[in-house]
């Protein structure tokens, strides 16, 4: 017995790391000074590449593997955290495609009409693998930081702004980041209740070969209310686990509730799944779609409000409406030239927000998720109006002061689903 506790306590000692050292892809205790050695992988890919071999088909994809899971930050609980790769390019290709948009009016339009296109290029080739990615919230995070970054170092000095509308704007900066906090908590993730998934009732019939006759000629059979109820009853029964059979989740072993629905990206089913929203790299669901929705009115009102700001000191002569048109002289000085690609790029932002807002507004207002939306435009059992925008399934709508009432008075709590709804 000591020879067994104190082996343990050698265990729960090697598994303590300190701030440096992590368990790499291999379940083997790394360092992350030792971020260069013993690169098997690596040594082999190059070894190749010099005596002009062909490579192997997953050397590419293993030196990969192994680049991603050496790169780590040193930490003080755990030991050294992973870093995601995917939150890399946004933090160099965003300032420099700003100061090179800078330097001339028509590299400008070209770097701001290819930076929306990559974006969308990337976003559906990581959609179409249904996996996840940090990049949009990087890139959301990172330009929201670097603006008002910008707006401070750039466009205050210049005394066109004064301490109010600096005050007014940092106010929106920090608000928008804690409604985005909010908002990742919790979308309102389905959790069974395994009380009830092991209480549910079993029945066991004799074993095989065994004589029905012994045990005083009584089965192994457990009784429950079910088994004494009328045959209404029974009836009633068999029709919800009928119902609960066709929204069973495999993934989740759960029985998905109405509007609820599964995520292939996160994994998890959420309830009232509006979309996986790639922006903040979360679902929206009943627990956080109203935080979703105020984060979008935060930010695009202080978007808007530090856009005006701006275009007011580098144009101070044009209409704010026409400004980003037409502002003669702006590429004569590159701080002003910088400000005003920032403005023209948190502009495209800001359209596409404004853009994402209406579309929630009208479903919101007819009582219709993303997702029911879809569904419905797909299987061509839903009225649309207005080229798509306005999606009316005729479900769950109970008028635009029903619908709203009802949006506004959803739970942030999950709610624990039922006996009578698990399988």
């Known amino acids: ?245 066709k929204n069973w989740c495999q993934a989740c072993r759960a029985v998905r509730p109405p509007r609820a629905g599964h995520c292939r990206i996160c994994g998890v089913c959420v309830l009232r799944l509006d979309h996986h929203c790639v922006w903040i790299n979360s679902c929206v669901g009943q627990a956080n779609h109203r935080s979703f929705l105020l984060t979008l009115v935060l930010f695009l009102l202080t978007s808007l409000y530090g856009i005006s700001l701006v275009l007011q000191s580098v144009c101070p002569q044009q209409n704010l409406l026409f400004a980003l048109l037409y502002c003669p002289g702006v590429y004569n000085q590159y701080s002003t030239a910088l400000c005003f690609t920032c403005a023209w790029y948190s502009s495209i932002v800001t359209g596409g927000l404004l853009h994402l807002l209406a579309i929630q507004l009208i479903n919101v207002s007819y009582n219709v998720t993303e997702r029911e939306a879809r569904l419905a435009l797909r299987e061509k059992t839903a009225r649309s109006a207005c080229w798509g925008l306005v999606v009316d399934t005729g479900v769950y709508s109970r008028g635009f002061r029903g619908n709203w009432s009802e949006f506004m008075s959803m739970g942030d709590k999950v709610i624990p689903p039922s006996p009578t709804d698990l399988v």
Not at 12 to 22: R, S
Not at 43 to 49: E, G, K, L, S, T
Not at 76 to 84: E, M
Not at 109 to 126: K, R
């Open 1 to 245: 017995m000591k020879r067994q506790a104190k082996k343990v306590q050698e265990e729960e000692a090697a598994a303590a790391l300190c701030c440096c050292e992590y368990m790499n892809r291999h379940g083997q205790r790394s360092h992350v000074a030792a971020c260069c050695c013993d690169c098997e992988d690596l040594d082999d890919a190059c070894d190749r590449f010099l005596k002009r071999e062909p490579q192997k088909p997953e050397s590419l994809s293993q030196v990969a593997a192994v680049v991603t899971d050496r790169i780590r930050v040193p930490w003080l609980w755990g030991g050294a955290r992973k870093v995601d790769l995917s939150i890399i390019p946004p933090l160099v290709l965003l300032p420099a495609l700003l100061h090179l948009a800078a330097f001339h009016f028509l590299i400008g339009m070209v770097v701001l009409t290819a930076l929306p296109g990559l974006v969308l290029w990337y976003y559906y080739f990581t959609h179409r693998k249904k996996g996840q990615t940090l990049f949009f919230l990087s890139l959301a995070l990172f330009s929201l930081a670097y603006m008002y970054y910008l707006f401070i170092t750039e466009v205050f000095p210049r005394g066109d702004v004064g301490l109010l509308q600096v005050a007014l704007v940092s106010v929106g900066v920090v608000l928008t980041l804690l409604a985005l906090f909010h908002t990742k908590r919790d979308p309102g993730i389905l959790r069974p209740n395994e009380e009830s998934v092991h209480s549910k009732v079993a029945y066991y019939s004799s074993p095989t070969g065994r004589n029905p006759s012994l045990n005083g000629g009584r089965q192994d059979v457990m009784m429950t209310v079910a088994n004494r109820a009328v045959a209404s009853e029974q009836q009633v029964e068999e029709e919800m686990k009928e119902s609960n059979r």
